[in-house]
């Protein structure tokens, strides 16, 4: 008996060992979940209300802005609103203007055009090039080409964009155009009649802001297809940037270029009611960092940095507090009983009241070592191809990031993104 217990016992401890065997493997802490991966930046975009392109000015730089755009229409991603200052403006109206199956190949039209030169001498300039690109390519050699496409920005002007008058402004009648500006842009207004469509912009559901200054009262103005009808006039006014380019009359008053108040039209864009969800892409063309000068040439191009950066970052850091403000101004509002709130008190807050939220998205052109105080107006056509290689590359890179896109919780409000200061994965 003792021992068919003995043999029956057995198989019940080599269970009973088996289960305490499965038991400690299930409670083992189980492995770590992986964090969802975040949506594709095209597919983000789509959560929000408008997605917007804004364009700073900054002349021959502006080719960085076509770079950007590029890589956000190669991501699927379509702006729905273009805003944009001196050559931002005309890169939003060329945008705003053509059908989206188009837009590349217009911009690149127009900087293909721009970045000839107005005189008799585009065989040279192609022999230069020609040069140029048989050699390795080095600093001191891009320096002094950069130098030789602004000298001959000023000597002879760009092909349909601007050529030099006939007399010094100095010997012009006074109050007239020629007495007020070395240039003559009507280049430029045959350049953008031919690739823009202001009848599409005007009754088609993208929407086109350009500022411009009003030279008589100092006030700064934005023309905004959603309030008014844009026309040609609008952009040309907000590049008109003296001396160089003479005032350009809107409605019976003088408007020069919107850069001389304000080159980025941010603010406007995010201020605007009513607000809605908002993806903004802020692509800048110039950076308010930079180092401390050594020279006199130095000098001008870091006026000419902080001067026109516009304070961006200032300005988005004041947005993001006030929308955050207007959040939590809500939030404290449904902690307090109705009875305690006067009607009046309530009207009086409504408009400070908001629960939308702002992703935005900055890119910023970083001037190369070799590029000098001239760089704006240094359009020569392989100038052009490195800043437009350059905003693609940075938009590509942040396209890299979908995590950007993602829009940030209500109770947050605001959150700005940047490749060059968050440049690694986290």
């Given at each position: 008996?003792?021992?068919?217990?003995?043999?029956?016992?057995?198989?019940?401890?080599?269970?009973?060992?088996?289960?305490?065997?499965?038991?400690?493997v299930a409670r083992k802490p189980p492995p770590k979940m992986r964090a969802a991966a975040s949506p594709t930046p095209a597919k983000s975009a789509q959560s929000y209300e408008t997605v917007a392109l804004?364009?700073?000015?900054?002349?021959?730089?502006?080719?960085?802005q076509c770079g950007v755009y590029q890589a956000l229409h190669g991501a699927g991603i379509r702006p729905g609103w273009f805003a944009g200052t001196s050559i931002g403006a005309i890169n939003a109206a060329i945008l705003a203007g053509n059908a989206p199956e188009r837009r590349i190949e217009r911009l690149e039209e127009f900087w293909n055009t721009i970045c000839e030169p107005a005189g008799p001498f585009n065989g040279a300039?192609?022999?230069?090039?020609?040069?140029?690109?048989?050699?390795?390519?080095?600093?001191?050699?891009?320096?002094?080409?950069?130098a030789m496409s602004a000298l001959g920005a000023i000597a002879q002007g760009q092909r349909g964009f601007f050529v030099p008058r006939s007399l010094p402004p100095f010997g012009a009648t006074p109050g007239s155009v020629a007495a007020t500006s070395f240039y003559d842009t009507a280049p430029l207004k045959q350049t953008l009649e031919r690739l823009v469509d202001f009848d599409r912009i005007n009754t088609g559901d993208v929407r086109l802001t350009v500022g411009a200054t009003n030279v008589a009262t100092g006030n700064f103005r934005y023309f905004d297809s959603a309030k008014e009808r844009i026309r040609l006039e609008h952009v040309m006014a907000s590049g008109a940037l003296p001396p160089a380019f003479a005032?350009?009359?809107?409605?019976?008053?003088?408007?020069?270029?919107g850069g001389i108040v304000s080159n980025t039209p941010l603010e406007y864009l995010l201020e605007s009611e009513p607000r809605?969800?908002?993806?903004?892409?802020?692509?800048?063309?110039?950076?308010?960092?930079?180092?401390?000068?050594?020279t006199l040439l130095d000098v001008l191009e870091r006026q000419k940095d902080i001067q026109y950066s516009s304070r961006t970052r200032l300005g988005t850091d004041v947005v993001a507090a006030r929308q955050r403000l207007r959040n939590s101004l809500g939030l404290l509002l449904e902690q307090i009983p109705s009875k305690y709130l006067a009607p009046a008190l309530l009207a009086d807050l409504k408009p400070w009241l908001c629960d939308r939220v702002f992703n935005i998205v900055h890119l910023i052109y970083r001037a190369k070592p070799y590029e000098e105080q001239f760089k704006d107006y240094a359009f020569g056509a392989g100038t052009m191809r490195e800043h437009w290689e350059g905003g693609l590359e940075d938009m590509r890179r942040t396209l890299g990031r979908p995590e950007f896109f993602v829009p940030p919780p209500r109770e947050i409000g605001v959150v700005t993104h940047d490749i060059h200061r968050n440049p690694s994965k986290r």
């Open positions: 008996m003792s021992d068919a217990r003995g043999r029956r016992a057995a198989p019940r401890k080599k269970v009973a060992r088996e289960r305490a065997a499965v038991g400690n804004v364009l700073q000015g900054g002349g021959a730089l502006g080719a960085y300039a192609e022999a230069l090039r020609q040069m140029i690109a048989w050699l390795p390519p080095n600093g001191a050699l891009s320096a002094w080409a950069g005032a350009v009359d809107v409605d019976g008053e003088p408007y020069w270029d809605r969800d908002t993806l903004v892409f802020q692509v800048d063309l110039w950076s308010a960092q930079g180092i401390v000068p050594k």
